[in-house]
T-cell receptor
Framework: GAGVSQTPSNKVTEKGKYVELRCDPISGHTALYWYRQSLGQGPEFLIYFQGTGAADDSGLPNDRFFAVRPEGSVSTLKIQRTERGDSAVYLC?????????????FGPGTRLTVL | QKEVEQNSGPLSVPEGAIASLNCTYSDRGSQSFFWYRQYSGKSPELIMFIYSNGDKEDGRFTAQLNKASQYVSLLIRDSQPSDSATYLCAVNMRSNTGKLIFGQGTTLQVKP
């Protein structure tokens, strides 16, 4: 079956612009996660959805970052007024139930570059 | 103190040797522990998970967990050049959420 997909694979934008990153999880997975990964670092948690609701958004760095999952499937991560420090690979993962023992399956990521 | 710590390496081992990768974590109440492998330019893929103290074996891989010492390790037996990658330790610190805290990863180089 299809894995987690993310679009676009690469996004180059200018400082101050708005961007949207999309994640399509594995069919039937109720939990969806966003992480971001800077060079030489491990993924950093941003937000976790259980169904349509954000169950944990403690990793969002500030109010420029927002994510939605309106129908409990596809999710969009939105970044307003982008800054050069937002440049990173944004990873999406999904898991079947979202409990602590679940395996999270990662998508290929979106590489965001803010000029 | 970082929540999950790994030596960044690189760890270099000859082909056929045992590679030992280590990870410590700060939250004594942590529940679940995962090892992911990440090839350069690719996304992380799960190798093993462990929840209980002791060893868990899967093929050439063995995960070891010691909750008293807050320590988890991954052993790779008969290391192959194809094992060369970054190995990420990830910890779930709460029982009611799937949020993972990752270490910075250890780069493993297996030399033919």
């Amino acid at each position: 079956g299809a894995g987690v997909s993310q679009t676009p694979s690469n996004k180059v934008t200018e400082k101050g612009k708005y961007v949207e990153l999309r994640c399509d999880p594995i069919s039937g997975h109720t939990a969806l996660y966003w992480y971001r990964q800077s060079l030489g670092q491990g993924p950093e948690f941003l937000i976790y959805f259980q169904g349509t609701g954000a169950a944990d958004d403690s990793g969002l760095p500030n109010d420029r970052f927002f994510a939605v999952r309106p129908e409990g499937s596809v999710s969009t991560l939105k970044i307003q007024r982008t800054e050069r420090g937002d440049s990173a690979v944004y990873l999406c993962a999904s898991s079947l139930t979202g409990n602590s023992a679940d395996t999270q399956y990662f998508g290929p990521g979106t590489r965001l570059t803010v000029l | 103190q970082k929540e999950v710590e790994q030596n960044s390496g690189p760890l270099s081992v000859p082909e056929g040797a045992i590679a030992s990768l280590n990870c410590t974590y700060s939250d004594r109440g942590s529940q679940s522990f995962f090892w992911y492998r990440q090839y350069s330019g690719k996304s992380p893929e799960l190798i093993m998970f462990i929840y209980s103290n002791g060893d868990k074996e899967d093929g050439r891989f063995t995960a070891q967990l010691n909750k008293a010492s807050q320590y988890v390790s991954l052993l790779i037996r008969d290391s192959q050049p194809s094992d060369s990658a970054t190995y990420l330790c990830a910890v779930n610190m709460r029982s009611n959420t799937g949020k993972l805290i990752f270490g910075q990863g250890t780069t493993l180089q297996v030399k033919p």
